[in-house]
């Protein structure tokens, strides 16, 4: 798990040694994992991507209790439903998401909670959290896993009726319009409701109600968890999304056993690609009633009680394989949201270690002159973005500085803007700085490459983003 005391680093090792110094510090968080592995209610760190995976987007929750998620990873969505789209989210849920502490929290043991709360008018309250990117798609030719390990709120019988946890994604044309459901898609990982020992993983798509997809049903099936049931203990979710075969498939696991697929085949070309051609965003939250609850048994009613949590122990997006031609950029990519520098599609001479930044999870660091990052299709739109800006840290002797510049396109192309960094206060002390950059435009790829007149590493990089 991440390190949150924020105790700066200094000095900072020679890279070679510290590289060996975090491969040591991996292989005993590997064993201590091992070693919790057979608690369902222990905090677990993010496991390791397997043999032919990269991790592009991590989460372990790991933070002061009450505080806060990493809003340069999550953004909470609030009220009864999106600015100008269908009421009660498009499902019929009776409660008002907020981003209180009491509603979305870490519970300081590594676990992000999601709880439903009750005012004495009976009025609900709950939380929704959604991924910043909405990029999360496997290459062409390869595959993309989404999982998390997750405990549903542990509550059951008439106490549970009408509680509604959910795990799963949005294709990324709904952001910004909220009327286009189910056509771009929606793949749900996990759902559980009236606390039964039951998960359902569906995938959404087509026209509603009825059409191929068999809305508002959808393609779904069903399992139950083994062992601790889905409330009593965690378990892990999972979805493997594949292109690698010759008819694509989307599958879905509980605890790494399939319970679910769903084929290209299955539907006509058109729905397919309505449903698959772009990014996904990710979503947890706990809702109260709506459509779901309602097809079995209804509610909540004033038997349900308040205050039971989802916990959530991880969440992780893993990458794998791809071949032939790479496609030209697509624009997935938001210049405007919080781009995490762990995300690169390509680097050289930097590694990923945990930060005791503001939400936990990873920064770049061993940054130093000659190094870079690469971030494909990057979406300035047509308003011309003016503004730069980046999370960094820095642990350097005070004789050593750098540049943090930005280039588009290529790494041999000048840049289109850069500010100079030194110590900060340590190699875990962040600041965010601004700078002034060309007026950019359209779709690029995106080069963070670093400059200084000395060998030595220099900055630390958690993430950056752009402005008008």
């Known amino acids: 798990m991440s390190d949150t005391s924020g105790t ?31 608690s369902p209610s222990a905090s677990a760190s993010v496991p390791p991507p397997p043999s032919g995976w990269t991790q592009v ?12 998620v990493n809003t340069s990873n999550w953004q909470y969505a609030t009220g009864k439903g999106y600015p100008g789209g269908p009421a009660n989210w498009g499902t ?6 907020t981003s209180n502490r009491d509603n979305v929290s870490l519970d300081g043991n590594g676990n992000l909670r999601i709880t439903p709360r009750r005012d004495a008018s009976g009025n609900w309250t709950s939380g929704r959290i959604e991924t910043n990117r909405t990029d999360f798609q496997p290459p062409a030719g390869g595959k993309l896993r989404v999982e998390s390990r997750i405990q549903v709120p542990n509550v059951t019988g008439a106490a549970a009726k009408g509680y509604w946890p959910a795990f799963w994604m949005l294709g990324a044309p709904f952001r910004g319009n909220y009327w286009n459901w189910p056509a771009v898609g929606e793949l749900d990982i996990m759902e559980n409701t009236q606390g039964n020992n039951t998960v359902f993983a569906t995938m959404h798509c087509g026209t509603s109600p009825g059409g191929p997809c068999n809305e508002t049903s959808g393609i779904g099936g069903s399992t139950t968890c083994q062992g601790t049931t889905c409330q009593a203990g965690f378990h892990t979710y999972r979805m493997e999304w594949d292109r690698s075969t010759s008819v694509e498939e989307i599958r879905f696991s509980l605890d790494g056993n399939t319970f679910h697929t769903v084929r290209e085949n299955q539907v006509d070309a058109t729905t397919w690609s309505n449903a698959t051609d772009h990014g996904f965003f990710i979503i947890l939250n706990v809702a109260m009633g709506g459509g779901f609850p309602d097809a079995f048994g209804g509610g909540p009613d004033a038997g349900t009680q308040p205050g039971h949590s989802m916990l959530v122990d991880y969440v992780q997006v893993l990458s794998s394989g791809g071949g032939g031609t790479t496609p030209p950029p697509t624009g997935n990519r938001d210049a405007y949201g919080a781009i995490q520098a762990e995300s690169f599609d390509a680097q050289s001479g930097v590694m990923t270690e945990s930060t005791s930044d503001s939400g936990g999870g990873q920064n770049v660091g061993a940054l130093a002159n000659g190094d870079w990052l690469q971030f494909k299709g990057v979406n300035f739109g047509s308003t011309a973005a003016r503004q730069f800006s980046a999370r960094v840290a820095s642990g350097a002797a005070s004789n050593v500085s750098g540049l943090v510049e930005v280039r588009l396109d290529s790494r041999s192309n000048a840049p289109i803007g850069s500010f100079a960094v030194g110590n900060t206060g340590g190699w875990q002390s962040w600041r965010t700085i601004p700078a002034n950059i060309n007026d950019v435009t359209g779709t690029h790829d995106v080069y963070l490459t670093f400059t200084s007149g000395q060998p030595s590493d220099f900055v630390n990089v958690n993430w950056f983003t752009f402005g008008h």
Not at 58 to 65: I, P, T
Not at 92 to 97: A, L, N, R
């Open 8 to 38: 700066p680093r200094t000095p900072r090792r020679p890279r070679p040694l510290r590289r060996a110094l975090l491969a040591v510090v991996s292989t005993l968080a590997l064993a201590a994992g091992a070693a919790t592995a057979a």
């Open 57 to 68: 987007f991590a989460d372990d929750f790991v933070g002061s209790a009450g505080s806060g």
């Open 92 to 97: 019929g849920e009776i409660e008002t998401m």
